[in-house]
Structure formats: C-alpha cells, structure tokens
C-alpha cells in the first residue's frame, strides 16, 4: 500500500505556483485584513460619553482605566473618561459591546508593537 | 573459536532526562525515559511546570470576564474551553439559548476542530522528518483560519461564545465564502489523507509505532483520538450530544470515526478522517441554520447550581465543572483538560519502542501542556516549588475545606 513519491507531483506543481507568504513588514499589500477585526482599541466619539465605568468594570484584563478628564479632553457626565493600556488589552472586545452609548471601538490597525510600556496607553 | 567472539554485550540501563527545558521541546514538559540500548524500557512523565493558577484567578472574576480567561487557556482549542464554559454557566442559569446561537457556536468548534487536526497532522509529519508535508499542510491550514478570523475577529482567540449565546452573526456573503473555501479544502484534506496513508517515508515511520491495545486504553481512560484510534467508543458530540450536534447526530449521516489499528498510524488516520467528517458537519450546519436572534439575556446573576458540561474538544473529551453561588462570580471551576487524561496512557505507549520513535509517540496523543498542569504547589517563603501525588493532594484539600467551610 505505501510507496515512495505521491508528493512529487505537488512539489512539481509548488515550483511554478504563487509565493504563499508576504514579505510582510517591506510589503504591506496582500495582507488579508477582514472586515471586523478586533485589534487596536479607540476612544472613538468622545462627545457620547457619559464617564460610567462600565468598561472598566467589564475588561477581563484590567487594560481599561478611568481617569479625570483632562481640559484639552471632551468633559464627561462624571468627570471621568477611559484610557486603555495596550500591554494588557487582550483585544476581546467585551467594552466594545458593553458600552451603553457607543462611544468604544475596535479598530483593524494590528501594528501594536512599541519601544516603550508609555506610548502604549491610548487616549 | 575463541570465546570473545560469541561474547553477548548486554547495554547498561540508562535513564535520560528530556526536559523540562529542552530544545526539541516547545513547552515545558519533563520525561525520563530508561533505555537500554536503543529500546525504551521505562518511561516516566512528569508535568506541572506551566501552572497559572487560572482556575484560582476564576473565582474573583465575573462570569463574563471569566469567558476569555477560559478562552486562554489553550491557544489551539480556545473556541472549546470558552464555549463549554458559557455553556456551563448556560446549565446552571437553566435558560435555553436560541437555535441560531446553537447553530453557530457548533460551527465554531467544528472549524477549531479542522484547524487544531491539520495543525497536529503538520506537526506530526515534522517530527518524523517530512518537513515538505508539514509546510504544505499549514499552508494549507490557513484556509480555515482565514475563515475563523472572517467570522470572529480573530484568528486564534475566537471568543465567539457568550453567556447566552454567541457574540457575532453569520451573513449570507459569510456562508457563501466559507462553502466555497471547504471545498478547497477537502480537496486538500483528501490529499492529505492520501499522503499520510500511502507515502512510505511516513507511513514506515508510524506503523506499528507506540501500541496502546484497546484494554490498556481503557484502563488508562484514554479520550478523543487517541482513545478512537485504539477502537474506544469515546465522542461526546455522538454519546451525550449538545448545543446543533443534536440535530445533526439525529440525521444519522454522520459517524464516530474509528480505528482497531492502536498504534499512531491510527490515531493519524482518526485524526484525518475527522477533518474530512467536520468539513461535512459545517456544510450541514451552514445549510441548516435557522434564522432568528443569537442571543438570549441572561442575568449576570447566577443562581446557586452546580453543573458538568462536557464537549469533544479536539483532543478529547473537555469538562468543566462549575459551582455558582447567586453572585455573578464562580464559587469553583474546574477544568479537566482533555491531555490529562491521556498522559498516563502515553507512558504505556513509549515502553518498548525505539528512542527515534519517541518525539512522534509523544505527539501523538497531541499533548497541550498549558491545558493540563493543575497542581503544583508554590511556597512564596521557603521559595520551594513541588509537584504533589494525589495522596497527599487530597489529604491536603480535605485539610483546607475543613479550615474553609463554604460559605452558605
């Protein structure tokens, strides 16, 4: 029943086909980015938010955090807003989908890779 | 004729340690293996040296935040722990989840199920050597992943199941997409199939290679693939079927697959065949879901239970059992991993083989040792870290509840 060679002719056919992988961080194009990625976390439309903690009350990892508004933010209902720290976000999307008002979202940007633990909060 | 000549030279026994920290392992595991000569003679394992104390860090988390911890407990099975989970606190909360959700949730697993196998399938070629193989069977994995990533968000962490159903909807640009790409993919599947079973520098290298008979399967309660490819009739989706594999075990075209060979050419063929047999599953599921909500609510307020769920993860039978209190926190969850299990039969298999075959032998029963390790003990002070027999583990926990008596 076994015998040798019944994947030549798929090596065969391998050398003329296409280039499976990217060359990824000098080519971008080719990156199979689907619609509804969870990735990066965005404070998208602060001006809806009402500061309730939700999100920080739901994030299984503890990446969200509230803090005072500061006066170049929108002001809030309670003085407060979310920042996440991306080293700890595990991108589940749980505040996403708990907020009351719509103002969390998860954008496709997947390039989360920084020097410092500082540039990794999210304002 | 001098006597030298007919001198029989018997090997010293020889044990050799392989881990924890090695390089031809990618986690931490620790076997002993005793040899003489080139034959294994004794083979001992040792696990525990991964423990994240997640069951522990359950119990100050609420039941949705638990959700994803479940879901990180293996990167490869991730759709099972974090669906079995949600069905679990389902069970305890005694609501029913909409059909679409059952529908959608049962596609998830299944998809995980083909990856996490043609994962194990590459895997397996690589550690006899047959690298060609290994490439062309991931590249071919993407398919699926691709698929799981277009549904979820995700390519590994899928969190698609939640508590009272599942978190995001199929469309019908969805379904079409994913029908087109199983196509694909069971051409490729097939292939695989065929390369596993004719191809002689594999089937040479697995053939007879790691024996696990059917009573010492049984005795050592083998599960999943490792147990059906010693001929055991273990496969919860056809023995205690849950969530859409109701209806689908009921339309009598699916079938447990089996094989009577025992050793890791059959485990291989089980595992292959599966694919082949999920491909179907979802392609009766894509075409048999109903329309409707995906999710009931659910009060994050459990009331005091105490369930079992169980699931055919892909390698083997998962449970989670859980204690709810009435709070939205988990008084306990206990995950029993399906590699537990198949450990000690593992030891069995590695006996009297040769010492090549024992890195294809350990990857047979396809060992996830993040899953698995449970109880070790770590003491902050003394800065001693011990693994502990289950003797002594169960005098120690009858000492904690005694000091400890659950709140009622």
């Known amino acids: ?123 | 004729m001098t006597s030298a000549g007919k001198r029989i030279v018997i090997p010293p026994r020889v044990t050799i340690p392989i881990g924890p920290q090695h390089p031809a392992l990618k986690e931490p595991g620790m076997f002993k293996l005793t040899v003489e000569g080139e034959h294994i003679v004794d083979a001992e394992v040792n696990i525990g040296y991964n423990h994240r104390s997640i069951e522990k860090i359950s119990e100050n988390n609420t039941h949705l935040q638990n959700l994803y911890l479940a879901s990180r407990i293996c990167g490869i099975c991730s759709a099972t722990h974090n669906g079995n989970y949600a069905q679990a606190v389902e069970f305890a909360a005694e609501v029913e989840i909409p059909e679409r959700a059952k529908f959608i949730r049962t596609l998830i697993w299944e998809l995980d199920r083909i990856h996490s196998h043609i994962l194990w399938l590459g895997v397996a070629f690589h550690e006899v050597g047959f690298d060609t193989a290994f490439m062309l069977s991931w590249r071919d994995r993407e398919i699926v992943m691709d698929m799981l990533e277009n549904i979820s968000g995700n390519r590994i962490h899928h969190d698609m199941s939640t508590i009272g159903g599942v978190r995001r909807n199929i469309s019908d640009a969805q379904k079409e997409q994913m029908l087109k790409g199983f196509d694909k993919l069971e051409e490729r599947v097939v292939f695989y199939r065929d390369v596993a079973i004719h191809e002689k520098t594999f089937w040479n290298r697995i053939d007879g290679v790691g024996m696990l008979e059917p009573p010492i399967a049984k005795k050592t309660s083998a599960v999943g693939p490792t147990g059906r490819g010693s001929g055991l009739k273990v496969d919860v989706r056809f023995n205690d079927p849950v969530q859409a594999y109701i209806p689908m075990i009921d339309t009598g075209d699916f079938e447990m697959v089996l094989s009577d060979r025992g050793d890791v050419a059959g485990r291989s063929v089980v595992r292959v065949l599966e694919v082949i047999e999920a491909i179907n599953m979802c392609r009766w599921l894509l075409n048999n879901m109903p329309d409707g909500p995906i999710r009931a609510r659910v009060r994050p307020r459990i009331q005091p239970n105490e369930v079992l769920a169980r699931h055919e993860a892909p390698r083997g039978e998962l449970i989670h059992y859980l204690i709810t209190n009435g709070t939205n926190k988990p008084d306990r969850w206990k995950v029993r991993a399906p590699t537990y299990n198949n450990w000690t039969s593992m030891a069995h298999c590695l006996r009297g083989d040769y010492l090549a075959d024992a890195p294809i032998i350990l990857a047979a029963i396809d060992p996830c040792y993040s899953c698995t390790d449970r109880v070790v003990i770590v003491d902050g002070n003394g800065e001693t870290i011990r693994l502990v027999s289950l003797d002594n583990l169960r005098i120690e926990s009858n000492k904690w509840h005694k000091e400890h008596p659950r709140r009622e």
Not at chain 1, 28 to 43: F, M
Not at chain 1, 58 to 77: H, N, Y
């Open chain 1, 1 to 123: 029943m076994a015998r040798l060679g019944k994947i030549q002719p798929e090596l065969m056919k391998n050398v003329r086909s296409k280039q499976a992988t990217v060359r990824y961080p000098f080519v971008k194009a080719g990156i199979n980015v689907p619609e509804g990625l969870r990735a990066r976390w965005d404070y998208k439309v602060p001006e809806r938010c009402t500061g309730c903690k939700i999100c920080e009350r739901v994030c299984p990892a503890e990446a969200i955090e509230m803090i005072k508004c500061r006066p170049e933010d929108s002001q809030t209902k309670t003085g407060f807003r979310p920042i996440c720290h991306l080293d700890r976000c595990v991108t589940c999307g749980q505040c996403v989908e708990s907020c009351p008002r719509g103002v969390l979202i998860l954008t496709d940007s997947f390039e989360m890779a920084f020097l410092s633990r500082d540039d990794m909060v999210v304002y």
